[in-house]
């Protein structure tokens, strides 16, 4: 049985994995006026983009963990990204 600290380090691993492919994408993006903080780079082709090629990776068991964990962490990156960005106060969605 795994212990607590490999499973979480193995999640966190999921959400990383899940964020860089976000951003290859072009689905979370650096602020356009300030380029410091991340936000949704409202690019809907990006996320399904993301999500075909988190699906390729785990059918090839590149994935640690299951489908359903990976699909997750994409889902919640893209929820817990920033529309607007924090210094800006710039609504990327307009």
Known sequence: MPSIDHEIGRLEGLDEHAIEV????GAIAKCTDCGEHEVNGLYNEGVKATYAQVTRE???GEIDGSLEEILHAVRNAMAN???E???CK????E
């Not at 976000?22 to 994408?25: A, D, E, F, G």
């Not at 710039?90 to 969605?93: A, C």
């Open 22 to 25: 976000l951003k290859t994408h």
């Open 58 to 60: 785990f059918k090839r």
């Open 81 to 83: 990204v920033n529309i």
């Open 85 to 87: 960005c924090p210094d």
């Open 90 to 93: 710039r609504d990327h969605g």
